[in-house]
């Protein structure tokens, strides 16, 4: 057992009510031991660190975790890497950039990696982090407000070139793509459409499988390149 599955473990044997896993890796010891100071403060939060991306995806491995919240630029495995690797051994886990870099570059690999999220060290305090975990535990997604502006740049570069062909989605699956796309999360988009939490997961998946995507974030993206929201749902 890794000591990051002990800990969990740990956490879960003291604990009576169902907590969200987290698990934070980022090679800055101080950076991690901040966070964790406060965050494994909070009462729904089950709080591990690691020092790299190999330590992270041997924790995922044994005990998949409900979030990470995982830094861009590492040492050896980048976490663009890192991303792909979890998002292959645990699609369910919501994965958090939580890094110092502002580059678009990084911002746009890890969506396409699977990101649920994208937030700025600099300019996220703890009880923003701690609001991130719950949201994207939640199913889903946020970025931070300056690399919000960017995306929203690259969308109208998009929007100049020509939308990819329409994947071969049912009416279904094309109603839940708009919310999505919209920001509904999964129990928002049940209770709109009047079906279970499971079955908009699944309509998700197979969304995702069809438009060979990797998160409901790239899949947005394509929603409001391809001008979906403007069809009635």
């Known amino acids: 057992m890794t000591d990051a599955a002990r800990a969990w473990h740990d956490a879960r044997v003291t604990s009576r009510a169902p907590r969200i896993r987290v698990l934070l890796v980022d090679d ?14 909070d009462a729904d939060l089950e709080l591990v660190e690691v020092g790299d991306g190999d330590q992270a995806i041997a924790a995922v491995e044994e005990t ?5 919240l995982l830094d861009v630029r590492m040492p050896g495995r980048s976490g663009v ?3 792909k690797t979890i998002k292959s051994i645990s699609p369910s886990t919501g994965i958090i950039m939580l890094t110092a870099s502002d580059e678009e570059s990084d911002l746009y690999e ?8 994208y937030l700025l060290k600099d300019g996220s305090t703890y009880d923003q982090v701690a609001e991130a975990v719950r949201l ?26 020509p939308a990819p062909a329409t994947a071969q989605l049912t009416a279904r699956e094309l109603q839940v793509l708009r919310l999505v796309a919209k920001g509904l ?19 998700i998946r197979n969304m995702l499988e ?24």
Do not use: W
């Open 28 to 41: 800055q010891e101080l950076f991690r031991r901040g966070v964790s100071m406060v965050l494994g403060a």
């Open 81 to 83: 890497e890192v991303c």
């Open 64 to 68: 998949p975790a409900d979030v990470v």
């Open 110 to 117: 890890s969506i396409r990696s699977g990101a649920s999220g």
């Open 185 to 203: 999360s999964n129990r928002e988009i049940a209770e709109e459409l009047f079906i279970s939490e499971n079955t908009v997961k699944n309509h």
């Open 136 to 161: 994207v535990a939640a199913g889903q997604s946020l970025i931070s407000p300056s690399m919000a502006t960017k995306l929203l740049d690259e969308f109208v570069q998009m929007s100049r070139s």
């Open 210 to 233: 069809k438009l060979q995507m990797k998160s409901r974030m790239e899949a947005a993206m394509y929603a409001v390149r391809s001008n979906l929201l403007d069809d009635p749902v």
